[in-house]
């Protein structure tokens, strides 16, 4: 078993609701794989849960071997080798946009300052938002915002990128910048799970895609097979819906 | 399908979180009895124990001073209930004052400022002696010492609690005022429908806390010659020259504030319950 990640059978409930229920989805190195469904199908829950950021009800989550949905594992090591960006930035407002991506290298990572820094301001020159070091989130626009959660969760060098639907509360042309950088980190080999409602995006730069619906993985294959030909009535359905 | 029948795996993960748990309250209570061993020989084997619990700690003083103590607390709690009505609406009215837009209102703007400045300023003890012997001097009559602390209190707690409310209400995202106003709700409406009832919940940790300073300070009317509980207790201390009276006032203070203290948490957690979904980590 070569996966990076590797979930089996996972099961979540809120309550009495049931989200998950039996999710196995494994993940390549350098794959991306982009998570489709309607709002309410458990695409944001299973994100959680991957990034041990929601306990789960049953089944196992594995990073390359080791299980880390065990509760004796020391969950913040395991999150501290993922990487997450929400749907709504979730910066932090009281620190300036340099502080807000090296924070983690500082604190949990120990860097000194000056090498955090360095590290921080290379990484917002990648995200292209160098000159906006020292001013503070809200002063941001949302596509700059969540470059600059991106570059923050780029920091810690993660094995895997967990997006939650990061473009969902952009306007529209503002959509572009923060695609077009996901786009350039999967050319550059990222390993990539995004749950997205940018269909043309996930055409062009997935390399899977994964139909999530009612908590349950319904249809999964390449771009062309789950766009151009779905086997699944569910899925054509949604996606009539969601084309047209 | 809503059943869903754990594996084996997960119950071993449970047990194990229950067994960690279970260790983790074991650990607790080991930990807790431990601890209050060290301190009981610590005290009981340190110098002039004997006496300091002679002196304010006899049971049988306590005892035989509760009854009078109890009668002054009543007083307490009269004061405490007439201030807190009477800081509730001057307090609210001051933080309104102090929130009003628009140059024909500067002077109201202005005196309410001025106010919560001096009345934050100013040491309480103070205001009870000006209200308490200098107005019945001006008057030239007697006034019952429960209404003079309830005016002192009323004066110096409405400045702070005025403030407590302005900042809630200022604290209420400027977005809330467009979304309600958009609606066509007028400046009453919203301020009513909308602005407080927000501002509420961002309000009620700081309201608790000076609440419970209140129900401490009331125990100041002795001073203005009310027999209220600490008043009560000074008589018993000078027929006995034993001090535990003063313990046993104090203790009654004490059993007040509790309640609140613990309500503010329990209020609190559940306002972070409510406003997030999934877990905290």
Known sequence: ?244 | MTTHQPSALELERRSYRRRRSQRSVLVAIASTLAFAALVWVTVINTEGWAKVQESFFDPAIALKSLPRVWDGFLLNLQVLGLSIVTVAVVALAIALLRTLRGPVFFPLRALATVYTDIFRGLPLIIVLYLVGFGLPTILNTRIPPVLLGTIAFTLTYSAYVAEVIRAGIEAVHPSQRLAARALGLGYVQTLRRVVLPQALRKMTPPLMNDFVSMQKDVGLVSILGAMDAIAMAKSEVSLTYNFTPYVVAGLLFVLLAIPTIRLTDWYAARLREREQTGSVL
């Open chain 1, 1 to 244: 078993m070569s996966a990076l990640l590797h979930a089996e059978g996972i099961w979540k409930a809120f309550g009495d609701k049931p989200v998950l229920e039996g999710v196995d989805l494994a993940l390549d190195t350098h794959e991306v794989v982009a998570l489709i469904g309607a709002s309410g199908s458990g695409k944001s829950t299973l994100l959680r849960c991957l990034g041990l950021l929601e306990p789960i009800d049953d089944g196992q989550i594995f990073l390359g071997d080791e299980d880390i949905s065990d509760p004796r594992v020391n969950a913040n090591r395991v999150r501290s080798r993922l990487g997450m960006v929400f749907q709504s930035y979730n910066l932090f407002p009281h620190l300036s946009v340099l502080d807000n991506v090296t924070l983690a290298l500082r604190v949990v990572r120990r860097l000194p300052r000056r090498e955090a820094d360095s590290r921080g301001r290379e990484l917002l020159d990648r995200v292209g938002l160098a000159d906006k070091a020292r001013e503070h989130p809200d002063r941001l626009s949302g596509g700059q915002q969540q470059r600059v959660a991106i570059a923050r969760a780029l920091a810690t060098e993660p094995e895997l990128l967990l997006f939650d639907e990061i473009t969902s509360a952009l306007d529209p042309e503002l959509v572009g910048e923060v695609l077009e950088l996901v786009r350039a980190l999967a050319e550059d080999g990222a390993t990539i799970l995004m749950a997205t409602h940018e269909m043309s995006f996930a055409r062009d730069v997935a390399h899977r895609v994964v139909f999530l619906d009612a908590g349950r993985i319904v249809e999964q294959g390449t771009p062309a097979e789950v766009f151009g030909a779905p086997r699944e009535a569910r899925t054509r359905e949604f996606l009539t819906r969601f084309m047209a």
